[in-house]
């Protein structure tokens, strides 16, 4: 299984920006799709999560500006953000748990990163 990430770039704050995240290869069933972020010298915190029933969750400080979204028929996961501010500059890593086959456990894949920068 692969995840590719795209969608990063430098944005003035106040502006918006809209990742994407394919996920490929043998896969029975996504459950969980997630963004994460790693700010330099801090560590990586979850940003956002969507599971395969539609329950969503983010981060309080990403409340209000940032969309979690998935499309289940290309497997792919999309994060819309909104108002970005100096302070959400990261490697946001895109994170699903899966099956890759009907008897399967869960396991968790992660996506290389694509490198958001807010600044003026």
């Known amino acids: 299984v692969q995840l590719q990430a795209s969608g990063g770039g430098l944005v003035q704050p106040g502006g918006s920006l809209r990742l994407s995240c394919a996920a490929s290869g043998s896969i029975f069933s996504i459950y969980v799709m997630a963004w994460y972020r790693q700010a330099p010298g801090k560590q990586r915190e979850l940003v956002a999560v969507i599971t395969s029933d539609g329950s969503i969750s983010y981060a309080d400080s990403v409340k209000g500006r940032f969309t979690i979204s998935r499309d289940n028929a290309k497997n792919m996961v999309y994060l819309q953000m909104n108002s970005l501010k100096p302070e959400d500059t990261a490697v946001y890593h895109c994170?699903?748990?899966?099956?890759?086959?009907?008897?399967?456990?869960?396991?968790?894949?992660w996506g290389q990163g694509t490198l958001v920068t807010v600044s003026s």
């Open positions: 994170n699903v748990r899966l099956k890759r086959f009907r008897f399967d456990g869960l396991q968790d894949y």
